[in-house]
């Protein structure tokens, strides 16, 4: 453990980023500029450079990280800063680091509204900043709520349509139009009405909610 050995003042050169990343706050460090018994065993993304500050924070400054590869300490990954976080009203936005950046949509799947794209996954969270903040403002997007969600959702009164979607019958909810644990990865709005037997059996069971409600 001696060489994962850090001062305050090495992390304190460090800039850690944010937490919008989807695995922020569990306990392990996803951000692949570091190395160490502090971080995941999962596969490290590049999409997370920069946005698990507090887990890497805590695994850095307890001697368990050190920085992979001998790379410059105030670096982002692939030799840029990392992005500063827009934060607006009390939301963390995130940054422009996403594919997707900078056209016009929401692509955060936080957020939902007419400002919204039309399909979006977990790996845009925290990553269009621009644009969500845009929409935010000009409210056409605001902050997806689980308990206000999930009280407003009727099971009952939705047309679920059919199974004609990509992915039908595979245990996750497809359709964009929901949202929750039950829902899947990526949602795209060409399989709205397309995964009916998946969404209204998760929604009977209480884990997929209105996106829109």
Not at 154 to 175: K, L, R, V
């Amino acid at each position: 453990m001696a060489g994962f050995a850090a001062t305050g003042a090495q992390a304190q050169s460090i800039d850690f980023g944010d937490d919008a990343s989807r695995w922020s706050n569990d306990g392990e460090c996803d951000d692949p500029r570091f190395e160490g018994p502090g971080m995941t065993n999962t596969p490290l993304l590049d999409a997370d450079i920069g946005h698990d500050a507090t887990d890497c924070r805590a695994a850095f400054e307890a001697g368990r990280l050190s920085l992979r590869g001998g790379q410059a300490p105030s670096t982002g990954g692939k030799g840029q800063p990392a992005p500063a976080a827009q934060i607006v009203g009390g939301i963390n936005f995130g940054d422009d680091s996403g594919e997707w950046s900078r056209d016009g949509e929401c692509d955060d799947r936080r957020f939902f509204g007419s400002g919204m794209a039309s399909g979006f996954s977990w790996d845009h969270v925290g990553r269009d900043a621009s644009d969500c903040v845009a929409a935010f403002q000009s409210g056409t997007v605001r902050m997806w709520d689980y308990t206000e969600a999930r009280a407003a959702t009727q099971c009952s009164a939705i047309q679920f349509g059919d199974d004609s979607g990509s992915y039908p019958n595979d245990y996750e909810c497809d359709d964009i139009r929901f949202e929750g644990p039950g829902a899947a990865m990526g949602m795209s709005i060409e399989n709205m009405g397309g995964d009916a037997s998946d969404c209204s059996r998760l929604c009977d069971y209480g884990v997929v909610f209105l996106r829109d409600y």
